[in-house]
């Protein structure tokens, strides 16, 4: 499976800015996911990026809020726009063949004060 | 319903023992089924994954899947401290083949 790199770690942001998370794969992968797991909680799927094409966004989620960019097969990132408290959470980026396993990236945990 | 469940525990064990965690889940379409690891403040790890019913084994993991009654269970021998994470279920939609429920997890405490 690839080693994904992603970046910030961390990060404690003041609400109304944004703040941009990169992951950067160690191979050329097809489909690239984003998630958010809560403090407590699951991981929920926020969009499906593919490069070339716009990103895939989950119920609950949108481009302004989350916009996606995947410029190559090896990069992706995902902001978070405007934030508020609510957007606090661990932000993870992930890759895997259709249908079958994920890897995921170290995580970026976010604290919008 | 939610699309897994699992026990949110915490699970605790004695060191050396079986640890057993359960996950069920309510699509019936799903075919492909993984448990993944996460220690505190790190991303999910995959440990196992199982795509037929039966048992599949891998060093002390063992994952059981039974697809009538959609469950799927890990069983962890010879449980160490170092096992003592979250463990998550994961299911692959069953329509759509690519888009994975994932459990909210089972805290499992491993004592010396």
């Known amino acids: 499976s690839a080693v994904i790199s992603q970046k910030p770690s961390r990060d404690i942001c003041q609400r109304g800015t944004s703040l941009t998370i990169q992951c950067q794969v160690d191979?050329?992968?097809?489909?690239m996911f984003w998630y958010r797991q809560q403090p407590g909680q699951s991981l929920t799927l926020i969009a499906t990026?593919?490069?070339?094409?716009?990103?895939?966004?989950e119920s609950g989620f949108v481009i302004d809020k989350f916009p996606i960019s995947r410029p190559n097969l090896t990069f992706s990132t995902l902001t978070v726009s405007n934030m508020s408290p609510e957007d606090s959470s661990i932000y993870l980026c992930?890759?895997?063949?259709?249908?079958?396993?994920?890897?995921f990236g170290s995580g970026t945990r976010l604290t919008v004060v | 319903q939610k699309e897994v469940e699992q026990n949110s525990g915490p699970l605790s064990v004695p060191e050396g023992a079986i640890a057993s965690l359960n996950c069920t889940y309510s699509?019936?379409?799903?075919?492909?089924f993984f448990w993944y690891r996460q220690y505190s403040g790190k991303s999910p790890e995959l440990i196992m994954s199982?795509?037929?019913?039966g048992d599949k084994e891998d060093g002390r993991f063992t994952a059981q899947l039974n697809k009538a009654s959609q469950y799927v269970s890990l069983l962890i021998r010879d449980s160490q401290p170092s096992d003592s994470a979250t463990y998550l279920c994961?299911?692959?939609?069953?329509?759509?083949?690519?888009?994975?429920?994932f459990g909210t997890g089972t805290s499992l405490t491993v004592i010396p």
């Open positions: 992930s890759e895997g063949p259709p249908g079958r396993y994920r890897t």
């Open positions: 191979s050329q992968v097809t489909m």
């Open positions: 990026a593919n490069q070339g094409s716009e990103a895939t966004y």
């Open positions: 699509d019936r379409g799903s075919q492909s």
């Open positions: 199982i795509y037929s019913n």
């Open positions: 994961a299911v692959n939609n069953g329509r759509t083949g690519n888009q994975f429920y």
